[in-house]
Nanobody, 116 residues
Framework: QVQLEESGGGLVQAGGSLRLSCAAS????????MGWHRQAPGMQRESVAT???????NYADSVKGRFTVSRDSAKNTVYLQMNSLKPEDTAVYYC??????????WGQGTQVTVSS
């Protein structure tokens, strides 16, 4: 079992920055890739950024050049640095981990609100 706890959400003006953190606990040795998804009201949950155990990253086109995902394996923590935030980035952001054997884990979510 893996537990994920997010922190760092909040309210920010357009153009501002936020940094999200997600600390994993439990069977962290089994974690492969980690990342962030988001879900806006009335919308489907979408992948924002992922990072593999080897450090390979992937981003949604809508956040490329603005968001950076990173990972501290020693701390079992994944981060999402969000710069140049836009009102359309407003959503609940969820941390995600995939373990080996294959199983998906989710955090409880943290609200990010970007005002115009």
């Amino acid at each position: 079992q893996v537990q994920l706890e997010e922190s760092g959400g909040g309210l920010v003006q357009a153009g501002g920055s936020l940094r999200l953190s997600c600390a994993a606990s439990g069977s962290t040795f089994s974690i492969g890739s980690m990342g962030w998804h988001r879900q806006a009201p009335g919308m489907q949950r979408e992948s924002v950024a992922t990072i593999s155990s080897g450090g390979r990253t992937n981003y949604a086109d809508s956040v490329k050049g603005r968001f950076t995902v990173s990972r501290d394996s020693a701390k079992n923590t994944v981060y999402l640095q969000m710069n140049s935030l836009k009102p359309e980035d407003t959503a609940v952001y969820y941390c995600h981990a995939i373990t080996i054997p294959l199983r998906n884990y989710w955090g409880q979510g943290t609200q990010v609100t970007v005002s115009s």
